[in-house]
T-cell receptor, first 113, second 115 residues
Framework: GESVGLHLPTLSVQEGDNSIINCAYSNSASDYFIWYKQESGKGPQFIIDIRSNMDKRQGQRVTVLLNKTVKHLSLQIAATQPGDSAVYFCAENSGGSNYKLTFGKGTLLTVNP | GAGVSQSPSNKVTEKGKDVELRCDPISGHTALYWYRQSLGQGLEFLIYFQGNSAPDKSGLPSDRFSAERTGGSVSTLTIQRTQQEDSAVYLC?????????????FGPGTRLTVL
């Protein structure tokens, strides 16, 4: 909810611009990565995922890039819309787990009309 | 179809009281997870159920926290003798079981406030 937004990294963009949200993950043994979107008062919603044998994966208006060398993940949102305003979390399957996720702290994206 | 549901949506309690939080997973999902989301933080893993068994309870913060699952469906997270630091949003997720990772679907959460 609204309290999750406090103390978070924030990104403010204009409607129609492209957004890039970055994430550093912690465990080099993790081999599956997910981006979640969380709107105020709701649970996280799956956006896109990528496995460690890939460097890039594209969805509808979203692209995820994975750099295993520096343990970095990014989410690119094309033509950002006001409905994209939310907190975005990256998650990794902790050390290769088939069930346990480790989440980053999240980034608050605000899209200005 | 119906998603993961949680109840209550909000719970305000006094320090020292016990609380029970409920999760109804997606029908047919054998795996169920509890997470905690504190102010300005990401989600913190608490416990994982496969059917009615909990092979991983490693995230439960203390012995005041417990969870059970019955009939391979509904789960209850119980916090005894609540403390102010227990205030957070408690999220439940469920997934199908299979080889490798399966997408977790989240409920809306229960916001717990301990006064």
């Amino acid at each position: 909810g609204e309290s999750v937004g406090l103390h978070l990294p924030t990104l403010s963009v204009q409607e129609g611009d492209n957004s890039i949200i970055n994430c550093a993950y912690s465990n080099s043994a993790s081999d599956y990565f997910i981006w979640y979107k969380q709107e105020s008062g709701k649970g996280p919603q799956f956006i896109i995922d990528i496995r460690s044998n890939m460097d890039k994966r594209q969805g509808q208006r979203v692209t995820v890039l994975l750099n295993k060398t520096v343990k970095h993940l990014s989410l690119q949102i094309a033509a950002t819309q006001p409905g994209d305003s939310a907190v975005y979390f990256c998650a990794e399957n902790s050390g290769g787990s088939n069930y346990k996720l480790t989440f980053g702290k999240g980034t608050l994206l605000t899209v200005n009309p | 179809g119906a998603g993961v549901s949680q109840s209550p949506s909000n719970k305000v309690t006094e320090k020292g009281k016990d609380v029970e939080l409920r999760c109804d997973p997606i029908s047919g999902h054998t795996a169920l997870y509890w997470y905690r989301q504190s102010l300005g933080q990401g989600l913190e893993f608490l416990i994982y159920f496969q059917g009615n068994s909990a092979p991983d309870k490693s995230g439960l913060p203390s012995d005041r926290f417990s969870a059970e699952r019955t009939g391979g469906s509904v789960s209850t997270l119980t916090i005894q003798r609540t403390q102010q630091e227990d205030s957070a949003v408690y999220l439940c997720a469920s997934s199908q079981y299979g080889v490798g990772y399966n997408e977790q679907f989240f409920g809306p959460g229960t916001r717990l406030t301990v006064l």
